[in-house]
């Protein structure tokens, strides 16, 4: 029987602050519930939707795990102080590392994601320490194809990261088959790589929804950054022919560019460029992690449609869990891993990326067939509760870190 461990996460985000605060809130959760000490180190200020949902404060306890920011509380928005916020975050969290080992409080250290610079300090607490390190990776970007210098620079800090620094890290955790296979085929040596789809905390919806935005309509509804990345404008131009054939439906987009300029009123524009009338689309913009649950659970039909690209094969969105916590049926493009997951009609009703006609049919079925919907949105409840609820995935992750077999 292996004992508790003495663990730190490094992240840029937590507990709150988009999709991977959401993961590490319950990532944390399942190491803590098997009986494990684990702290959380931010080495950067928080840089995520203009101070929403982040704590003025650089210790901070969430669920009884502390959380500490070595640095800066909040990114500073000047060109010195970011350069001056990203350098210190080289140095601080190696300093951190050692007084917890000199103080045999560290036995295991994990990273969520990975840049080339930034895995200096841990591949450095890896050598000299001799403290296990542990990987989370989420997410795969393709270079991009416009030429600007920084888009092309944060690029390569990326993929150099992925691609020769991560052999260095003693086991991985991955969000999808694409990335077990990637980092598979990098290795001379196989390491342990635990495929971890994402976790949810489904307790966060057992609420009563507390708002209406058209009584008596269908809402669609969308969580997330509304970009390209997420398909929000084929979202957008399907919802477009949906609401010409059923008046009474309306579309429900919660989410905005968490670090710079609001997108909102671009996609206003491109919205009424398509003839959809003032109204019918509510755009809410950054939300507060509080108001989600019961936004969500005002919807009738929660939409995800995805593109493909790497990103899209790469990840498994943390948004998924919390549609089917809200047992709401799902309309999904088949991209990724969710074919590999789902059945049509079954846990999600699928439709082509890309294609407006086949996200219109998908949308067409849920809206004709509303008792289907009822028992699609059971269906992806007890697929959510069984692979994704974090109570239940606990042990699984406990046993990863610890070794046991």
């Known amino acids: 029987m292996v004992g508790s461990k003495q663990i730190v996460l490094i992240t840029d985000n937590f507990p709150y602050g988009g999709a991977s605060a959401n993961l590490l809130r319950n990532f944390t959760l399942c190491l803590r519930n098997e009986g494990n000490d684990i702290e959380v180190i931010l080495p950067t200020g928080a840089s995520y939707g203009k101070k929403l949902d982040q704590q003025n404060q650089s210790v901070g306890y969430f669920e009884g795990i502390k959380f ?54 841990y591949l450095i607490t890896k050598i000299i320490l001799k403290k296990e390190l542990i990987l989370i990776i989420s997410e795969f970007y393709q270079r991009p194809l416009n030429r600007f210098p920084l888009a092309t620079l944060k690029w390569f800090n990326f993929y150099f990261g992925i691609k020769y620094l991560s052999k260095f890290a003693d086991k991985y955790i991955v969000l999808s088959q694409f990335l077990e296979k990637y980092l598979a085929k990098k290795q001379k040596n196989s390491k342990p ?42 979202l957008i131009e399907s919802f477009g022919i949906i609401n010409k054939k059923f ?126 919907g009822y028992k699609i949105g059971a269906n992806g409840y007890d697929w959510m509760n069984d692979n994704l609820n974090y109570i239940n995935q606990s042990k699984k992750i406990d046993n990863f870190v610890k070794h046991k077999e």
């Not at 001056?84 to 045999?104: G, V």
């Open 68 to 121: 500490t920011r070595l640095g800066f509380i909040y990114h500073p928005k000047n060109i010195l102080g970011k350069m001056m916020d990203n350098t210190i975050s080289l140095f601080l969290p190696l300093i951190f590392l050692t007084k917890k080992a000199f103080n045999k409080k560290l036995d295991v250290v994990i990273v969520y994601n990975i840049t080339a610079i930034s895995f200096i300090p």
């Open 247 to 372: 008046p009474q439906t309306h579309l429900l987009i919660i989410g905005d560019i968490t670090n710079g300029k609001t997108i909102v009123p671009m996609l206003e524009k491109y919205s009424t460029e398509r003839g959809i009338k003032k109204g019918e689309i509510t755009f809410n913009g950054l939300t507060s992690h509080k108001e989600i649950p019961s936004l969500l659970l005002s919807c009738q039909i929660l939409a995800l449609t995805r593109p493909n690209g790497i990103f899209a094969e790469a990840g498994f969105p943390t948004k998924l869990g919390e549609y089917f916590a809200c047992k709401k049926p799902v309309v999904l493009t088949k991209v990724g891993d969710m074919k590999n997951y789902f059945i049509d009609k079954k846990e999600v009703v699928f439709a082509e990326p890309e294609n407006i006609d086949s996200i219109v049919t998908a949308f067409e079925y849920l809206i004709k067939n509303p008792n289907e």
């Open 193 to 234: 790589i635990l495929v971890m789809p994402n976790l949810t905390d489904s307790s966060i919806f057992k609420i009563e929804p507390k708002k209406i935005f058209k009584e008596n309509f269908i809402t669609i509804g969308y969580v997330g950054t509304p970009t390209n990345k997420d398909g929000v404008f084929d």
